[in-house]
Structure formats: C-alpha cells, structure tokens
C-alpha cells in the first residue's frame, strides 16, 4: 500500500487543520491508521491509531480532547482533524499503517507502511 498525507501548513495559535492520509495499492479497510509526528531535533512521536474498522481509537495525552482522528474506508482515505492548535504541535506529520488485527500501537516499528510527511506549523 502506498500513502499520501496531506493538508499540513501554518496556523495560528488556537487554529485548527485537517490532515488526510490517501492509501492506494491496497484498499485502506485492510489497515489499522496511525498518526505520528516528529518535531525538529525530536523523535517521532505517537499522535493516534484507528482500527481498521473505526469502532476503537487512541490519542497520545498531548493532543486528547483537541485531535480526532476518523476515516472514511469508502474514499480510501483517513482524516486527523486538529482543533486549538498549539505552538508544540508545530512538527511534520506522517500516516503510518499496520495489518495486525486491531492494533493500536504507538511505537513506529509495528508500522509497516508510512506516507511522506506533511508538515504542521502553528505559530503567531
């Protein structure tokens, strides 16, 4: 499967965005989506992970209550709507997925595919 993020930019403070993650090769329905980011001179960093069939999430405790991850298997594509955006969410963020049933994990490694990156700023 390939991926393709987009709908990173520059925001303000308190803005918000909405990423897409576009799979092709193989339909998205196969895969759990994960979200990670990495900041300049940081590790990537787990952001959220939505099953395959969109009934269980999880959000790393920075972006909880302001970021909602969803997909929409139909069109292939898999969102992360970013609300009250922060100076410390500035970053390039990745879509990164896995086949194992039901993963929700938030390492990297158990991410098999990952799409390029599109990156977030969020300043004044």
């Known amino acids: 499967v390939q991926l393709q993020a987009s709908g990173g930019g520059l925001v303000h403070p308190g803005g918000s965005l909405r990423l897409s993650c576009v799979a092709s090769?193989?339909?998205?329905?196969?895969?759990?989506v994960a979200w990670f980011r990495q900041a300049p001179g940081k590790e990537r960093e787990f952001v959220s992970a939505?099953?395959?069939?969109?009934?269980?999430?999880s959000y790393a405790d920075a972006v909880k209550g302001r970021f909602s991850a969803s997909r929409d298997n139909a069109r292939n594509t898999a969102y992360l709507q970013m609300n009250s955006l922060k100076s410390e969410d500035t970053g390039v963020y990745y879509c990164?997925?896995?086949?194992?049933?039901?993963?929700?994990?938030?390492?990297?490694?158990?991410?098999?595919?990952w799409g390029q990156g599109t990156l977030v700023t969020v300043s004044s």
């Open positions: 990164a997925v896995n086949d194992v049933p039901y993963s929700r994990s938030s390492s990297p490694s158990d991410y098999d595919s």
């Open positions: 090769g193989r339909p998205l329905s196969s895969y759990n």
């Open positions: 939505l099953v395959w069939s969109g009934t269980m999430r």
